[in-house]
């Protein structure tokens, strides 16, 4: 698993010991990500907007694995 976080302007960013609310995903798994969007599931999830660019990112950074545990990445909107 790993944890998702809406940082203040909308973007997301995945680790585990960032502070705020945080999102549960499975690790590695697009079907994953797909299914919470589908579901809105981040909107509820987070309490407030989330950046569609991010989601996006989130995609594409789920499909190639899980982050390795040292490290923290913001998931950056696409341009």
Do not use: H, N, Q, Y
């Not at 499975?26 to 907007?49: H, I, L, N, Q, Y």
């Not at 923290?72 to 341009?79: H, M, Q, R, S, T």
Request: overall charge positive.
């Amino acid at each position: 698993m790993v944890r998702v976080v809406r940082l203040t302007d909308g973007t997301l960013a995945i680790g585990r010991t960032l502070p705020g609310r945080g999102a549960w995903l499975c690790a590695g798994s697009p079907e994953c990500v797909a299914e919470a969007r589908r579901r809105r599931a981040f909107e509820r999830a987070f309490r407030g907007p989330v950046d569609p660019g991010s989601l996006e990112c989130l995609d594409s950074s789920r499909a190639s694995g899980p982050p390795r545990a040292d490290v923290e990445a913001a998931v950056e909107p696409l341009p």
